[in-house]
């Protein structure tokens, strides 16, 4: 599925994505709120000010994704992988963040 697929999609309502490889994309500045992203491969994506509060990205790998000024509040990351992500003035308020993975090994809730 590529980018346009998935904003049509969403459009349309649906909101199960699970599983779904998005490497690389291109999702800036969209609204992806509430989104099953769960498994999915966002490897260095550009998530910059997207909307990804109360999604579920369980599992998701985004490894080297940006996610510069993205509203991840209420957000379940529970074994995301956030390795070398930018996370530069993300909203993660009241964000899951049990067993994340992240480069330094430092889990984000305790910054």
Do not use: K, W
């Amino acid at each position: 599925m590529n980018t346009n697929e998935l904003c049509s999609r969403y459009a349309a309502g649906q909101r199960d994505f699970r599983n779904l490889n998005l490497m690389a994309a291109n999702l800036r500045n969209m609204n992806l709120r509430g989104a099953n992203l769960s498994g999915a491969n966002l490897t260095r994506a550009n998530l910059t000010r997207t909307n990804l509060s109360y999604a579920n990205l369980t599992g998701a790998t985004l490894t080297g994704a940006n996610l510069t000024e993205t509203n991840l509040s209420r957000a379940n990351l529970i074994n995301a992988n956030l390795s070398d992500t930018s996370l530069v003035s993300a909203n993660l308020s009241q964000a899951e963040l049990r067993r994340v993975m992240t480069t330094n090994g430092m889990n984000p809730s305790t910054c």
